[in-house]
């Protein structure tokens, strides 16, 4: 097999039959004719491959969704119009009321939320089992788990194996959200997890202009997701949007070790500075979870680093946070620009303030995805940015 650098450019994607076209066209087409009734008949029936209608499928779309079950080693993929629309498709695919969800946090605020709110109509149970750990949470009626690679935004890093190998002795399905690792620098599915999902608006589009979601795993599972998502819920993705995660994908390789590289400089930068109390960073010695990161990751410790002020509170956060000049204050991740927001307020203030503390979401917390800028002129911006606390 190749290396993940040659396949992130050539998988899924081949020069375009008719034209020769290399850059995989967009198919920008509601509806495909299918010539007679009959055809159109057996294509509706499943009984013949091809395209009928976007919404089901769509060979731009098809495309990405090759390009990104081959970088995570799945045998099948489904795009989404966004990372939340796959959260969304995958639960209603998969659980049924009286089904228990089991999920070890934090998570993006956004999903916990979603989580919740299913739980909530359709009498699914979810239990966070961040402190009680994951065996003690599993009961007969636990049906999936859920992770994420690297939590958003504390940047705490899962077991993977150990939590594959928990779920899987009974007959449980895991979800591993790698939004923030990529396959670059984590493949779940090698390592027992059974659904990968991605918010690929981050680092899989890479330049934070398109927003899509993905779910990849064994073409039973996938396909249950892609009837309920697609067939039902009607959350495809845009032809024009896939382009641009096809585009987008071809250099993630290159653009995840510069954000590595960035995300280190300031790291250890942000570790040595008097007005940090805490720094968040895999790649730091100190991270409590450095060695298992360094045993279950390859080439690098990403790109987020999330850091905590010494004191101050969220009026100390602002004043940093409104001082900075490269980093753009906004939410969202993984642009080759870099970007700096205050979670308690934003990525996180759709979960309760109890629940933000369990998780360690504090007001002084600021959370950074490092671009791929040069790391001097990242590490002197916030350095004049936490000037500003004397
Ligand atoms: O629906 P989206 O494409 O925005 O993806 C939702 C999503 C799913 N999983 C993870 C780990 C995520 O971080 C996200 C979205 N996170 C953004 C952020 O944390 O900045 C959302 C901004 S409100």
Same mark, same amino acid.
């Given at each position: 097999?190749?290396?993940?650098?040659?396949?992130?450019?050539?998988?899924?994607?081949?020069?375009?039959?008719?034209?020769?076209?290399?850059?995989?066209?967009?198919?920008? #087409? !509601?509806?495909?004719?299918?010539? !007679?009734?009959?055809?159109?008949?057996?294509?509706?029936?499943?009984?013949?491959?091809?395209?009928?209608?976007?919404?089901?499928? $769509?060979?731009?779309?098809?495309?990405?969704?090759?390009?990104?079950?081959?970088?995570?080693? *799945?045998? +099948? %993929?489904?795009?989404?119009?966004? &990372?939340?629309?796959? /959260?969304?498709?995958?639960?209603?695919?998969?659980?049924?009321?009286?089904?228990?969800?089991?999920?070890?946090?934090?998570?993006?605020?956004? #999903?916990?939320?979603?989580?919740?709110?299913?739980?909530?109509?359709?009498?699914?149970?979810?239990?966070?089992?961040? *402190?009680?750990?994951?065996?003690?949470?599993?009961?007969?009626?636990?049906?999936?788990?859920?992770?994420?690679?690297?939590? $958003?935004? #504390?940047?705490?890093?899962?077991?993977?194996?150990?939590?594959?190998?928990?779920?899987?002795?009974?007959?449980?399905? !895991?979800?591993?959200? $790698?939004?923030?690792?990529?396959?670059?620098?984590?493949?779940?599915?090698?390592?027992?997890?059974?659904?990968?999902?991605?918010?690929?608006?981050?680092?899989?589009?890479?330049?934070?202009?398109?927003?899509?979601?993905?779910?990849?795993?064994?073409?039973?599972? @996938?396909?249950?997701?892609?009837? #309920?998502?697609?067939?039902?819920?009607? =959350? $495809?993705?845009?032809?024009?949007?896939?382009?641009?995660?096809?585009?987008?994908?071809?250099?993630?390789?290159?653009?995840?070790?510069?954000? /590595?590289?960035?995300?280190? %400089?300031?790291?250890?930068?942000?570790?040595?500075?008097?007005?940090?109390?805490?720094?968040?960073?895999?790649?730091?010695?100190?991270?409590?979870?450095?060695?298992?990161?360094?045993?279950?990751?390859?080439? &690098?410790?990403?790109?987020?680093?999330?850091?905590?002020?010494?004191? =101050?509170?969220?009026?100390?956060?602002?004043? @940093?946070?409104?001082?900075?000049?490269?980093?753009?204050?906004?939410?969202?991740?993984?642009?080759?620009?870099?970007?700096? /927001?205050?979670?308690?307020?934003?990525?996180? +203030?759709?979960?309760?303030?109890?629940?933000?503390?369990?998780? =360690?979401?504090?007001?002084?917390?600021?959370?950074?995805?490092?671009?791929?800028?040069?790391?001097?002129?990242?590490?002197?911006?916030?350095?004049?940015?936490?000037? @500003?606390?004397?």
């Amino acid at each position: 097999m190749h290396h993940l650098r040659t396949r992130a450019v050539h998988a899924g994607q081949r020069p375009d039959p008719t034209t020769g076209a290399i850059a995989t066209p967009i198919a920008q #087409t !509601t509806a495909f004719g299918y010539g !007679t009734l009959e055809r159109g008949a057996a294509l509706f029936a499943g009984e013949l491959p091809g395209y009928r209608y976007s919404r089901f499928a $769509n060979p731009t779309v098809a495309a990405l969704e090759a390009k990104l079950a081959d970088l995570e080693g *799945a045998s +099948s %993929a489904v795009a989404f119009a966004s &990372g939340t629309a796959a /959260c969304s498709a995958l639960l209603l695919a998969l659980l049924r009321p009286g089904d228990e969800l089991v999920f070890l946090g934090p998570l993006y605020g956004g #999903t916990e939320g979603l989580l919740r709110a299913y739980s909530e109509r359709w009498g699914i149970q979810v239990r966070d089992a961040t *402190a009680s750990g994951l065996e003690a949470a599993l009961t007969p009626a636990t049906r999936m788990v859920w992770v994420e690679t690297l939590t $958003n935004p #504390t940047l705490r890093v899962h077991d993977l194996a150990a939590v594959a190998r928990t779920a899987r002795a009974r007959g449980i399905t !895991t979800v591993a959200d $790698n939004t923030f690792c990529t396959p670059c620098l984590v493949r779940p599915l090698e390592l027992g997890v059974d659904l990968v999902l991605h918010s690929m608006t981050k680092y899989l589009g890479g330049h934070g202009d398109a927003t899509g979601g993905v779910v990849a795993g064994s073409e039973a599972l @996938v396909r249950e997701v892609r009837r #309920t998502g697609l067939g039902q819920v009607g =959350g $495809n993705l845009a032809p024009q949007e896939a382009f641009l995660f096809l585009r987008g994908v071809k250099t993630l390789p290159l653009r995840m070790a510069a954000h /590595c590289v960035g995300a280190l %400089a300031v790291a250890r930068s942000l570790a040595a500075h008097p007005a940090v109390r805490a720094v968040h960073y895999p790649g730091l010695q100190s991270h409590p979870q450095h060695a298992l990161a360094q045993r279950q990751w390859q080439g &690098g410790f990403g790109g987020m680093v999330t850091f905590e002020l010494a004191s =101050g509170g969220r009026s100390a956060a602002a004043a @940093v946070l409104d001082r900075l000049q490269l980093f753009t204050q906004a939410v969202s991740l993984g642009d080759v620009d870099s970007l700096a /927001c205050h979670p308690a307020s934003t990525t996180h +203030s759709f979960v309760s303030a109890e629940a933000r503390a369990a998780a =360690g979401v504090t007001e002084e917390m600021i959370r950074l995805s490092v671009g791929i800028e040069h790391p001097d002129d990242l590490v002197a911006d916030l350095e004049q940015a936490l000037g @500003v606390l004397g």
